[in-house]
């Protein structure tokens, strides 16, 4: 009887220990986007039409708060000239953090996207960020302005390429 206890120890903790994971990720998943979702106030600003470009260099990478009660967005600030700093919003912290978007201070960047006002302070809304020749983040969907993190893993991939 002992001895077929520790036969099954081993896989009763792996069906707590999944099971733990799993509920802890449908948690913490992005049901509660805060104010990131596709029809929020924040995303209403994204008018693909409105569709712009620019130049420059990475300065710094950070986090900020879009606007009241949103969860964070990572956010990078590109210098077009010496007196020239613009406020890009890549996406949510939670979707990509500074250490994942894969650009770094100092980078020569092209940053597709459009320009919005968000309390008096015009920002960059970013749909795709190119670094070099074969370098690109994307977040929005070019067309239409889809934002990623609402899209299926799927979806994501089949925009990506």
Same mark, same amino acid.
């Given at each position: ?53 620019? %130049? /420059?260099?990475?300065? +710094?990478? !950070? ?5 009241? @009660?949103?969860?964070?967005? $990572? ?55 190119? %670094? /070099?020749?074969?370098? +690109?983040? !994307? ?5 239409? @302005?889809?934002?990623?993190? $609402? ?11």
């Amino acid at each position: 009887m002992q001895r077929s206890f520790y036969l099954m120890l081993p896989s009763v903790l792996l069906t707590l220990l999944l099971s733990g994971v799993f509920t802890g990720a449908q948690a913490e998943g992005p049901q509660d986007m805060g104010g990131w979702e596709k029809e929020a106030p924040y995303n209403q600003l994204y008018d693909p039409r409105e569709l712009d470009s620019f %130049k /420059g260099y990475v300065k +710094e990478i !950070k986090t900020v708060t879009p606007m009241p @009660g949103m969860k964070p967005a $990572t956010v990078i600030l590109v210098a077009e000239a010496e007196d020239s700093i613009n406020i890009v919003h890549l996406c949510p912290e939670w979707f990509a953090g500074p250490q994942d978007i894969g650009i770094r201070r100092g980078d020569r960047v092209k940053v597709r996207g459009v320009w919005a006002e968000i309390d008096g302070e015009f920002v960059f809304m970013a749909s795709k960020v190119k %670094k /070099g020749d074969f370098f +690109e983040f !994307k977040v929005r969907v070019t067309s239409d @302005g889809t934002p990623f993190w $609402t899209m299926s893993p799927e979806d994501q991939e089949k925009h990506r390429n």
